[in-house]
């Protein structure tokens, strides 16, 4: 037998060994909590997603404390509002007064150096679920632009430290900027969702943000989950127009567009592990097919390897608890 001159086992012998040339740290620094916000006083659990709630402001303040204890350094909102703030256009998202907006001042408020993001879209708020103003059937990109703008403004006031526009209208980086800017935002900064798929593994985020299932489809505005190339033209719009941040979404089935988008850009880099992902994994895990607290801590350590700085995910507290150990 000839042994070859290389053994990699010799540096996976011991523990300090592996530790000495571990390449990725999976640390709090980078998890970023998503949280549902609805107009109840009790916290409602999300069948499709063990674990989390949709939550009164209340109830939000005290899971940003539990962040802040942990060393979670950011959350990101949605609102579910009630059926009857729903009309055509989605325009409750940008009232003042809304649950999103509300619960963004009572969290920079109890917790300031908690980093808040509100997600900017309308499909929590439309009567039809899709995220925009619906014109002959089809999602009217520019009108929604307008709207998106109205939305930034309200999320500026509001006090949130960073806009996410989630709606893949072409453009909506740029006018979010301009607008920000025009009224003394310049200092709130844009996460886009730049190469956002037109995913089956949004499932259980419908469920939870009461999205209504409408008509049709989104492949009109979302990305073809077939198409890699795509999404560095996407990201490069969104650098051209002004992004801070830019994500890839859904995570683990797109872990070489996260790979690619890391070769193309300098920008930090998001990845949404959805709602689907959780689910799958909090499904398997309750069937007693995987080791849940090794496969939470694979599954996030794998998304940083892939090459993101930070990542969207109902896992944050029990992973920061996991890493906290
Ligand atoms: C749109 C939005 C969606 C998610 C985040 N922002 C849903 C969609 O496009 O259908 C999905 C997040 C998840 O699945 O966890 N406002």
Redesign the pocket.
């Known amino acids: 037998m000839q042994f070859p001159e290389y053994r990699p086992r010799r540096l996976r012998r011991t523990e300090s060994l592996r530790r000495l040339v571990r390449e990725t740290h999976l640390t709090v620094d980078g998890l970023i909590y998503p949280m549902f916000i609805h107009s109840g006083k009790e916290a409602r659990p999300i069948p499709s997603l063990p674990g989390q709630s949709q939550l009164s402001v209340e109830g939000a303040v005290k899971e940003a404390e539990e962040c802040m204890r942990l060393g979670v350094p950011a959350v990101i909102l949605f609102g579910v509002p009630p059926e009857e703030k729903k009309d055509a256009v989605g325009s409750y998202a940008w009232n003042d007064e809304g649950l999103v907006q509300h619960a963004c001042r009572a969290i920079k408020k109890a917790t300031p150096d908690l980093t808040v993001i509100l997600?900017a879209?309308f499909?929590?708020y439309t009567s039809h679920g899709h995220?925009g103003v619906v014109l002959e059937g089809d999602v009217d990109n520019d009108a929604t632009l307008e709207n998106l703008a109205r939305l930034a403004l309200s999320y500026g006031r509001a006090g949130c430290d960073v806009v996410a526009p989630?709606g893949m209208m072409d453009g909506q980086v740029g006018m979010i900027r301009e607008a920000l800017d025009e009224e003394g935002f310049a200092e709130t900064a844009i996460l886009a969702y730049s190469a956002k798929y037109a995913s089956c593994?949004?499932g259980?985020?419908?469920e939870a943000a009461g999205?209504a299932s409408g008509f049709g489809h989104?492949r009109g505005y979302q990305m073809d989950p077939a198409n890699g190339h795509e999404a560095v033209r996407e990201v490069a719009l969104d650098v051209g127009e002004g992004a801070d941040i830019v994500m890839v979404k859904p995570a683990l089935a797109y872990l070489d567009v996260i790979a690619r988008l890391r070769e193309e850009t300098d920008l930090p880099i998001a990845a949404?592990n959805?709602?689907?992902e959780y689910a799958m994994l909090k499904a398997a895990a309750e069937r007693g097919w995987i080791d849940h607290d090794r496969a939470v801590l694979e599954t996030l350590l794998s998304i940083r390897r892939a090459g993101a700085d930070m990542i969207l995910t109902y896992h944050a507290l029990e992973a920061a608890r996991l890493l906290g150990r």
Request: net charge negative.
């Open positions: 997600d879209c499909d929590e995220c989630s593994f949004y259980p985020f419908r999205t989104r949404y959805v709602s689907g």
